[in-house]
């Protein structure tokens, strides 16, 4: 039922091996099937990926680690704080390596299997080399990735302790990219890489059949974007519902990208086919820092069919919508992930998005494979920890610059927001750097500031006028 179509030319191939370019053209090739057979189909399987098994290419090998059928949760917490009404998240994060990619892996290791291939090698940024890198492992199948120098260290963690070979080659993925198609033109290892093998879209379609079963069709879904395939993926998946006669309505797509990493929002914005590529890009978002997005064009396409938008945002708003996210819902989402809520706000902010519209925000992986935002977390916790005891501190040392005090009166004028004891703590620590002294008066031990205390009050002050 599934066959090969050039979206440049409309040239058409077997189904098998896939293929990405067009041998004609060089166009890009995907899957394309007799859709008017699709009219008949109806999802009886358990809600996982696999229901869809008769909208995807036949495979023969099925092989499942429990991936797809993820959650579609209302986000009740974000509602009541933003004013929008019909907010949700897919949560893909629930997937058996904590993100979307698992749906690539099950149907690409189907694939290989099927092919009698024993060896997968792949390109990636992090999570399709986790995702591969288990399945092949429970599978028997041996796994290379190519990653770039700058990787979510979670991500490659997952990927050596399921026991991959992992070459690092470039510094983003668009190079990595160039290495693997050596690679398997050299080896004839299964192609794995999502931009050079069109089932990895067919794979990710499946996201938008189990929106449409959970909630219909939403008014917008938002997508991150890196290669713009995830977004051109979930636009196939509601294009072929309404071809197969299930849906008469269709969401306006909205493709988000980082500022520092935008070439398709960028044509977006400045009206033009191909992506505009930056020099030197860069995001702290590793999952959608590519320079040159092979799907760029469709992402596009798809972007402007659906009558949707294009929109940056940055890093600071992509790592605030992070905290949110898992404040109010309790959904830790990679930074990638979490561009997705910090560009609904903006865009409902500047009036392009109605508040009451249905709105679904794809999460696709965990915030606990990128370490290195759990790193600055940790470092700005510390940071705070340690300003707060620089503050109390030098509080004490401005009550005691007025008149000397006791204890229980210091512990009294900060407010009682600390242990007595936390504050005699405090006192011991100044008395041993000599910033203030102690005498007895009346039975009490008071406390004075020293002319070294006063020097210190000064650089404060001098700091404090530094960084105005």
């Avoid at 066959?3 to 040239?11: K, N, R, V, Y």
């Avoid at 999802?43 to 993820?70: A, C, H």
């Avoid at 998240?89 to 290989?112: G, H, I, M, W, Y």
Wanted: net charge positive; glycine share 8%; proline share 3%.
């Amino acid at each position: 039922m599934a066959f090969l179509e050039c979206t440049a030319c409309g040239s058409k191939f077997n189904a098998f091996p896939p293929q990405i370019s067009c041998r004609n053209c060089g166009g890009m090739l995907e899957y394309r099937y007799d859709y008017e057979k699709f009219r008949a189909v109806k999802f009886t399987e358990r809600f996982s990926f696999w229901r869809y098994k008769q909208f995807l290419p036949e495979v023969k090998n099925v092989v499942s680690m429990g991936e797809g059928g993820t959650p579609l949760h209302k986000a009740h917490r974000v509602i009541k704080n933003t004013g929008f009404t019909n907010f949700y998240f897919k949560d893909e994060t629930r997937n058996p390596t904590n993100s979307f990619r698992d749906r690539c892996a099950a149907l690409l290791v189907s694939n290989a299997l099927d092919l009698g291939c024993r060896s997968i090698v792949c390109a990636t940024n992090g999570n399709l080399g986790a995702s591969l890198a288990a399945y092949c492992a429970k599978f028997g199948l041996a796994c290379y990735v190519v990653v770039p120098r700058n990787v979510d260290m979670g991500k490659l963690a997952q990927m050596l302790v399921y026991d991959a070979v992992v070459e690092e080659y470039g510094e983003i993925v668009d190079d990595s990219l160039r290495r693997v198609g050596e690679i398997a033109r050299e080896t004839g290892w299964y192609q794995g890489s999502f931009e050079l093998n069109p089932l990895g879209l067919e794979a990710l379609k499946t996201i938008a059949y189990e929106v449409f079963e959970q909630m219909g069709v939403p008014d917008w879904f938002i997508v991150s974007m890196g290669s713009g395939g995830t977004l051109y993926a979930v636009w196939k998946g509601f294009k072929e519902l309404e071809k197969a006669g299930k849906i008469n309505a269709l969401p306006k797509m909205v493709g988000v990208q980082a500022e520092g990493c935008s070439p398709i929002v960028n044509a977006y914005m400045w009206k033009t086919r191909e992506p505009v590529l930056k020099t030197k890009p860069f995001t702290h978002a590793l999952a959608i820092w590519v320079r040159n997005p092979t799907y760029g064009v469709l992402a596009l396409k798809a972007i402007r069919e659906s009558d949707g938008l294009a929109v940056a945002v940055s890093d600071e708003e992509i790592f605030t919508a992070e905290k949110e996210i898992a404040k109010f819902e309790g959904i830790f989402a990679e930074p990638a992930s979490a561009a997705t809520y910090a560009a609904a706000k903006k865009l409902a902010n500047q009036g392009l998005m109605d508040k009451r519209d249905k709105i679904v925000c794809l999460i696709t992986g965990s915030g606990l494979k990128a370490t290195d935002v759990l790193q600055a977390l940790t470092k700005k916790k510390k940071t705070a920890v340690l300003g707060l005891e620089l503050s109390t501190k030098e509080k004490i040392l401005r009550m005691l610059s007025e008149k000397d005090a006791y204890g229980y009166q210091l512990w009294k004028e900060l407010g009682k927001v600390m242990t007595r004891a936390a504050v005699y703590q405090h006192l011991n620590e100044l008395l041993s750097k000599g910033l203030i002294a102690s005498y007895e008066r009346d039975g009490r031990k008071f406390f004075k500031i020293t002319k070294r205390g006063v020097k210190v009050l000064q650089a404060f002050d001098d700091l404090k006028l530094l960084l105005a």
